[in-house]
């Protein structure tokens, strides 16, 4: 069936640095792809979206760009900041929009000052 | 505006006690509902999902129930709690084909 793997956390970053989260995806077609994220004791938010090839979801300084030659949708972000401290989720919609949201794991982020 | 509301925010229960937790959104009609649970420190898992009135699926055999008594409410429910329900239960919303909302969460400890 479809699934999504993230990298393991927890990531810990210094404020500034540059993140990168790695996200594959297995689904058969095409897949819209996206990113949510968890602040502590809130629910998911949608950070960005991609629904086809190439297409690059930015949203708040994060970006991801789909990839189907290597099945990935990596977020990246050029400068952390605290407030960016929260989990990521990658996710996927098979190509039949009738079908449930895939998660992967989440991944925790933990930025420094 | 379209708004997701969950209650309670948090809960304490002990174990064999009733459960009920209560979704409801404004702002649409006929959405499409979802209950998700994630243990400490995991992703989440799907537990029910509604697209009207009165229809339930079950993603996993499990504890809890689900029911969908009007078109904008989505309650889940168990007869008799277990350590192993604790967790933070979310609600959520398909807007559209691609775009789902998600609920504040309640966090529920069973002791």
């Known amino acids: 069936g479809d699934s999504v793997t993230q990298m393991e956390g927890p990531v810990t970053l210094s404020e500034e640095a540059f993140l990168t989260i790695n996200c594959t995806y297995t689904a058969t077609g095409y897949p819209s792809l996206f990113w949510y994220v968890q602040y502590p004791g809130e629910g998911l938010q949608l950070l960005l979206k991609?629904?086809?090839?190439?297409d690059k979801g930015s949203n708040k300084g994060f970006e991801a760009t789909y990839r189907k030659e290597t099945t990935s949708f990596h977020l990246e972000k050029g400068s952390v900041q605290v407030s960016d401290s929260a989990v990521y989720f990658c996710?996927?919609?098979?190509?039949?929009?009738?079908?449930?949201?895939?998660f992967g794991p989440g991944t925790r982020l933990s930025v420094l000052p | 505006s379209q708004t997701i509301h969950q209650w309670p925010a948090t809960l304490v229960q002990p174990v064999g006690s009733p459960l009920s937790l209560e979704c409801t959104v404004e702002g649409t009609s006929n959405p499409n509902l979802y209950w998700y649970r994630q243990a400490a420190g995991r992703g989440l898992q799907l537990l029910f999902y509604?697209?009207?009135?009165?229809?339930i699926s079950s993603e996993v055999p499990q504890n809890l129930s689900a029911s969908r008594p009007q078109d904008r409410q989505f309650i889940l429910s168990s007869k008799k709690l277990l350590l192993s329900d604790s967790g933070f239960y979310l609600c959520?919303?398909?807007?559209?084909?691609?775009?789902?909302?998600f609920g504040p969460g309640t966090r529920l400890t069973v002791t």
């Open positions: 509604s697209v009207g009135i009165g229809q």
């Open positions: 991609a629904t086809k090839a190439d």
């Open positions: 959520a919303w398909r807007v559209r084909p691609y775009e789902q909302y």
């Open positions: 996710a996927l919609i098979p190509n039949n929009y009738g079908q449930n949201f895939v």
